[in-house]
């Protein structure tokens, strides 16, 4: 019996990279799983790619009405979900001086408000002793320059996870941060950031999105049952050094 056996999960941003990675895990441990992404043919592509077990919902976790048509998707298929990983984000770079009113609200509007809505829309759904977790960064926790907005918005999310599970601590819900560090996605990074980041990294690589699933599976799971309001940084050691 797998770890997720019997479980629905819901992971926004679950069309590609991390997000994909984890959906595809949660399915092979026997969970049902709702992904969310923007764009419908990587959304299509990636239901198609899990294989089973997985609904897709096109919208954009920063937009509420979007929101509103993903969970009662999940309450019409499913009527409950038992874990949910708010892991919709955003990142560019832009240094202070730099920092526009478009650049600010957008990120913030993704990375803090979406997160928070995200999780607040889904509470009617949630059942008691389930867990709630979201994508953080190392950012967070490092002094990138040109990075402070993005990382500004995902330290927020600490915030929350302090506030939110005593909130939710009479339901037995527990909520965590999850902090990737510089994975091999998708997403392409030009040579020069790529070797920056290599050379923080102990072992000298990237992270792979399955290395990243795998402690997305351990924050779902009930392995993680006595495991509360953690920042857990998967990310080689760039964070610690």
């Not at 913030?108 to 759904?125: C, I, S």
């Amino acid at each position: 019996m797998g770890k997720l056996a019997g479980k629905v999960a819901v992971i926004t941003g679950g069309s590609s990279g991390l997000g994909l990675a984890s959906a595809k895990r949660f399915v092979e441990e026997g969970a049902y799983v709702f992904i969310t992404g923007r764009r419908q043919e990587a959304l299509d592509e990636a239901v198609t790619s899990i294989g089973r077990n997985a609904t897709g919902v096109r919208g954009d976790a920063a937009n509420l009405d979007d929101l509103d048509r993903l969970f009662d998707t999940v309450k019409r298929e499913k009527g409950r979900i038992d874990v949910l990983f708010a892991s919709a984000g955003m990142g560019e770079p832009a240094p202070l001086g730099q920092i526009t009113e478009q650049h600010f609200d957008a990120t913030f509007g993704l990375n803090t408000r979406g997160t928070l809505f995200t999780v607040q829309k889904a509470l009617p759904l949630f059942n008691d002793g389930g867990s709630i977790f979201m994508t953080g960064s190392v950012a967070s926790l490092k002094g990138y320059p040109a990075f402070t907005v993005y990382s500004a918005s995902k330290a927020a999310l600490r915030a929350f996870a302090r506030g939110w599970l005593n909130e939710l601590k009479g339901r037995n819900i527990r909520v965590n941060v999850l902090h990737p560090g510089p994975t091999d996605t998708s997403v392409p990074i030009d040579a020069d950031t790529r070797r920056l980041f290599e050379s923080h990294i102990p072992r000298g690589k990237l992270g792979r999105p399955e290395e990243i699933a795998a402690a997305a599976l351990f924050l779902a799971s009930d392995e993680s049952s006595f495991v509360n309001g953690i920042e857990l940084s998967v990310d080689g050691g760039l964070s610690a050094i």
